[in-house]
């Protein structure tokens, strides 16, 4: 068998016992209610929650089974242990390697990886598949297959790649989100865009001066990353990236949140990395920005419309909130954290923010929305943003998941 096959019969060793392992738990969370809250987990593509407690079960999948875990880790904590998530995350992503990987196979490091890890799993679940998954994984090693002939998806060393590539910025990030929404669209093919992407994202960093070295944004790495983007993009901002760990996956959110929310300002953004990267301007969608109706005097370009609070932010917001209303901290204090923070969150990320990004008049306007949504106010006048409806029904519901946003939030600061 290849490397890739193996992985995929460990999957299966893995699927019966994973999925009682979910039923066992959200049941005793949410009692009958269980198969209703994992379909809100998994929304279209969760199983019919009108069926019996056994068939909802054996339909979920390993995809399901997982986002279901990392999405409620909370509730299998004392079984998983502290580093639970790490080792969900860890599952997940190989699976979603399994995924994308068409008729390509891993490397042998990476497929010995993925079983590893589905091994030290069954062991903390206490699952009885684990002995089955060992055999797999020392199967697969007595048959010393020539790594050379394999193609690694990113997730194994290669002798020559030493570097250590620096964190996506906010132009790059939108070069790889074009690439994206074509191959989502159709109008590329994967691979044309994984090169294309790479073209340029080397280009930019040559024509900025840079001396970059042979896998500096190789496809390997942009083939990577690109598999991020389409799960955040696919899931239109509803996958929280701090369930990614460390690496591009928040400004790859915010870019999702951005195209989806604020698309001339992704336009506008994307034209500035397009020219960066040498593009002919022809090529170059034309600046959105409409003028004045009547004509008028251009927008000054230090004032510009703000993207939408995405849920870290909102979370940030929404500590603050508490901190006034129920831990006595003056609102002025308040306004001036949640501004120093997501100013200093946006810088983090890569952006170059305006005089009027998240400033104090701003900030003291969105915590006045946030107190009605902890009210449940609704006024005419100022609709309350979703995401806003979003965090305070965490916080009041889900606390676990409001503080791990929050520290995520917190950590990029």
Not at 87 to 114: H, M, P, Q
Not at 232 to 257: E, Q, S
Request: charged share 30%; hydrophobic share 35%.
């Amino acid at each position: 068998m290849d490397n890739k096959t193996y992985v995929r019969e460990g999957f299966d060793a893995l699927l019966p016992p994973l999925e009682g392992f979910i039923a066992a738990g959200m049941s005793q969370e949410y009692g009958s209610g269980w198969k209703y809250e994992t379909a809100k987990i998994l929304g279209e593509n969760s199983p019919g929650y009108d069926d019996d407690d056994e068939t909802f079960a054996g339909r979920l999948g390993v995809g399901a089974c997982l986002e279901t875990l990392r999405r409620k880790i909370s509730i299998f904590s004392e079984t998983l242990g502290e580093d639970g998530e790490k080792k969900v995350g860890e599952l997940e992503g190989f699976w979603n390697a399994l995924v994308r990987a068409g008729r390509e196979d891993f490397d042998k490091k990476f497929a010995v990886g993925a079983l590893s890890a589905m091994t030290d799993f069954t062991e903390t679940a206490g699952f009885d598949c684990g002995e089955k998954i060992r055999t797999l994984l020392n199967d697969m090693e007595r048959e010393g297959a020539d790594d050379e002939t394999f193609v690694t998806l990113g997730g194994a060393d290669e002798p020559d790649k030493k570097t250590d590539p620096p964190k996506y910025d906010w132009f790059e990030t939108a070069i790889l989100l074009d690439a994206c929404v074509k191959v989502t669209d159709g109008r590329m093919a994967r691979g044309e865009a994984v090169k294309d992407a790479t073209k340029k994202l080397r280009a930019m960093a040559e024509y900025s001066g840079k001396e970059i070295a042979k896998d500096y944004r190789d496809e390997d790495d942009v083939s990577l990353q690109l598999g991020v983007m389409e799960t955040l993009y696919a899931g239109k901002t509803k996958t929280y990236p701090c369930t990614f760990g460390d690496g591009n996956a928040v400004i790859f959110y915010n870019m999702v949140r951005m195209y989806c929310g604020e698309r001339p300002m992704f336009d506008v953004i994307l034209k500035d990395a397009l020219v960066m990267c040498g593009c002919p301007i022809e090529t170059i969608t034309p600046d959105p920005t409409p003028m004045p109706a009547g004509g008028g005097r251009k927008p000054s370009p230090n004032i510009v419309k703000m993207p939408n609070f995405d849920i870290y932010e909102a979370a940030i917001l929404l500590d603050e909130c508490v901190k006034v209303r129920e831990h006595g901290k003056s609102r002025e204090e308040a306004v001036r954290a949640v501004s120093r923070k997501l100013r200093k969150r946006a810088v983090n990320a890569g952006m170059t923010i305006p005089e009027n990004y998240r400033n104090i008049k701003g900030i003291d306007s969105q915590m006045r929305v946030m107190d009605n949504a902890v009210d449940h106010i609704e006024l005419p006048s100022k609709k309350t943003p979703e995401v806003f409806k979003e965090i305070v029904g965490l916080y009041s519901s889900q606390r676990s998941e409001y503080e791990r946003i929050l520290k995520a939030a917190l950590e990029s600061c």
